[in-house]
């Protein structure tokens, strides 16, 4: 029996917890940890639990008796879970490839066959795995509370695909429609979604990541290989990046009662997501769980001993530490490289696409027969000013890959537009910080509700007089409030009285760094002089950003908080 929580949509409400408390756990007021293959024998009161969420968050595979629609986080209204074929023929003889056999991929492949394509669909992945859940990777994996295998997702219903798993895709011939792979094989296609997301930046200095313990968290192996170190108790754990990821690492380093040092070259632990202010209190919320927490320090150096075993680490305040194991959370790099010579516009800030998901050519013409989903998806945000935003966030790789589905099996005058709110959620030291919309874009913030000494508040932010996110510290049933207040650019500072009003609402400037726009160098040669002739070549495709430079330095993004 498997099960996945949607926590983009959880508010705490412990109903499950109550009903299935062997199965789902509450940690400090509000952060919910579940066990997502639990033993036959609870199936009653999961389905009970289920049943019960007032939010409707809990998913239950369809093997386990048929498919729940509670998978699909953002039902469209007037669209049955099972869409009869409309004897298009495309539907029922075309071919469709995905490349990304992941959240996203498995996602876009459901919806397709419930928009009644008959077709041959094929899945295509680098890992060797079918398709797996990120998040508890950082988090119970790593704590040792859910094994490796229990992370594979749910299934809502059989996709009838052909799987080519272990295998990478290395090219893309458009003209051809071809989709060339690492074994030397290519596949046709009709129509493509491009959905091969992120993979870990690693340690910069190759000699020094080759040492044992030193290490990154983005896959199954590596959360084994890092749970393995973890259990043989090292004398100290270093996090090197206080990023979600580095922050929930250094969380579970603590609930194992093991030393660990945090190192970030910016001002607070989730400064780029969160902004300075919001991210101070995160950093508190570090110290009071006993992190030793060194901000504004970058790690110099990695040293090992005669075996390559990690020993020390040099640091820029002046120190030297002792350390067992080093976690590089440096942010991670799209999957953009096999796509260098393919002609789409693509690079390390992603594949541009349109609002439907559909890819642009080097040109900046919308291609018809090639989408994009997920992490590796740069797409204009109409309620940011349609700035090209990537999202890495688990809720936004499922809403995505349900447009991009759609839209490939349907005629243009019925396609959506990928307008859903970012969201997403991190568990740590106990805490759920949860967020709606863009943090990142915002030049103010504002504390509404509750107060930072308990740890429980509601951080709203503003951007030129109007709300455009709001984050949560063990507050989340507020956010459905807020969110469409985004949608309907409300004034900030808010002028409503709320429950639980701050003592301190007034706005003060959010704390984010500047950030560069990721096309601010050429990146084009154009050539011609007739209009029928002018074409653009790309200079600097998929070429990946050089190994000093992290994404938040390189272009506005959201970061992911789990793996």
């Not at 876009?108 to 094929?122: H, M, V």
């Not at 199954?220 to 259990?231: G, P, S, V």
């Not at 994009?372 to 499922?398: C, F, K, S, T």
């Not at 956010?479 to 429950?499: G, R, S, V």
Request: charge should be negative; charged fraction near 20%; proline fraction near 7%.
């Amino acid at each position: 029996m498997r099960i996945v929580v949607d926590l983009t949509k959880c508010q705490g409400y412990a109903q499950c917890a109550f009903l299935a408390p062997d199965v789902f756990t509450i940690q400090g007021d509000e952060a919910l940890t579940y066990d997502p293959y639990p033993d036959g024998a609870q199936r009653t009161r999961i389905r009970r639990a289920a049943a019960a969420c007032p939010v409707q968050a809990i998913a239950l595979d369809q093997a386990d008796g048929g498919p729940d629609e509670s998978l699909n986080p953002n039902p469209r209204p007037g669209t049955a879970p099972m869409i009869e074929d409309s004897g298009d023929t495309f539907k029922r003889t075309g071919r469709i490839v995905i490349v990304g056999a992941s959240l996203t991929g498995l996602r876009a492949a459901e919806r397709l066959r419930e928009e009644g394509f008959t077709g041959a669909l094929t899945l295509v992945g680098a890992e060797p795995h079918e398709p797996y859940d990120r998040p508890p990777l950082s988090k119970q994996v790593l704590a040792g509370t859910v094994p490796l295998e229990d992370t594979s997702l749910p299934r809502r219903r059989d996709i009838d695909a052909t799987w080519r798993l272990g295998v990478a895709a290395t090219g893309l011939d458009l003209a051809a429609k071809h989709l060339h792979l690492a074994d030397g094989g290519r596949i046709g296609f009709d129509k493509l979604l491009i959905a091969t997301g992120l993979r870990a930046r690693p340690w910069p200095n190759p000699a020094e990541a080759a040492l044992t313990g030193v290490l990154t968290l983005r896959t199954r192996e590596d959360a084994a290989t890092l749970r393995q170190h973890l259990a043989r108790r090292p004398r100290r754990v270093l996090v090197i990046g206080a990023g979600f990821i580095g922050c929930e690492v250094a969380s579970v380093c603590r609930e194992l009662d093991l030393p660990v040092t945090v190192a970030e070259a910016g001002p607070a632990p989730l400064v780029a997501a969160l902004g300075g202010v919001i991210g101070a209190v995160a950093g508190e919320l570090q110290i009071e769980k006993g992190v030793d927490l060194r901000c504004g320090v970058r790690v110099l150096s990695l040293e090992g001993d005669a075996t390559g075993q990690l020993r020390r680490a040099v640091l820029s305040d002046g120190t030297t530490l002792e350390v067992g194991v080093a976690v590089a959370a440096l942010g991670a790099i799209r999957n953009v490289e096999w796509l260098a010579d393919s002609g789409l516009a693509c690079g390390v800030w992603g594949v541009a696409c349109d609002a439907g998901c559909r890819a642009f050519d080097a040109n900046g013409l919308v291609t018809d027969d090639v989408f994009v989903a997920g992490d590796i998806a740069r797409a204009p945000q109409p309620m940011y000013g349609y700035q090209y935003l990537a999202v890495e966030h688990w809720g936004n790789a499922i809403s995505q890959a349900e447009v991009a589905a759609h839209n490939m099996v349907s005629r243009e005058t019925e396609r959506w537009p990928h307008l859903e709110v970012p969201k997403f959620w991190s568990v740590q030291f106990g805490t759920e910080i949860k967020s709606v919309g863009v943090p990142s874009v915002a030049d103010e913030v504002a504390i509404v509700q509750g107060s930072v000494a308990t740890r429980r508040f509601l951080a709203v932010y503003g951007y030129k007089g109007r709300i455009v996110a709001a984050v949560a510290f063990n507050q989340n049933k507020w956010l459905d409030f807020y969110e469409p207040l985004i949608e309907q650019a409300a004034p900030f500072p808010p002028a409503f009285h709320h429950i639980d009003e701050s003592v301190h609402p007034q706005p003060v400037p959010a704390g984010f760094k500047p950030a560069a726009s990721p096309t601010q160098d050429a990146t084009v040669v154009v050539t011609g002089h007739d209009p029928n002739e002018r074409r653009a070549r790309l200079t600097n495709t998929a070429a990946g950003d050089t190994p000093s430079r992290r994404p938040a330095e390189t272009a506005p993004q959201l970061k992911e908080p789990s793996p």
